[in-house]
């Protein structure tokens, strides 16, 4: 891979991993918290933890797949990420009704979506941009 493709891999990376931090700081605490009467902070906690560990592999393999140029897994690296945007989406709006308390995490959550997206997109466009002759 060129250079540039790899540093937007890299870059993507790098957004994955503040997207795991920010759920670890700005969402899990205060919804273990939650007291929401119809909240389920016993199952919803772990699926973020499952969010943060999947940001984690994914930023690992971005990184690895640039490095050896398998230009075919970053882009499904790439859409995997969107799909754990979208994952994060759906909490942003579900978590929205949970009232004052939350929302907080939700801005954070709509943060989250916002680096998954932007580093979905630049492995997309890393694996798509086209090859030097």
């Not at 937007?8 to 918290?33: D, E, K, N, W």
């Not at 230009?71 to 994060?88: H, M, Q, W």
């Amino acid at each position: 891979m060129h250079s540039w493709p790899r540093r937007l891999s890299v870059f993507a990376a790098a957004l994955l991993l503040l997207s795991a931090a920010c759920v670890v700081v700005g969402v899990i605490p205060p919804v273990r918290t939650d007291t929401f009467s119809l909240a389920a902070p016993q199952r919803a906690v772990p699926a973020f933890w499952a969010a943060v560990v999947l940001d984690v592999v994914l930023a690992t393999a971005a990184v690895a797949s640039s490095r050896v140029g398998y230009r075919v897994l970053l882009a499904v690296v790439g859409v995997v990420t969107l799909l754990a945007g979208y994952a994060l989406f759906d909490a942003a709006i579900a978590f929205r009704a949970h009232g004052p308390a939350l929302h907080g995490a939700v801005v954070v959550l709509w943060v989250c979506v916002g680096f998954d997206v932007v580093g979905a997109l630049s492995m997309l466009g890393a694996a798509l941009a086209p090859r030097r002759q």
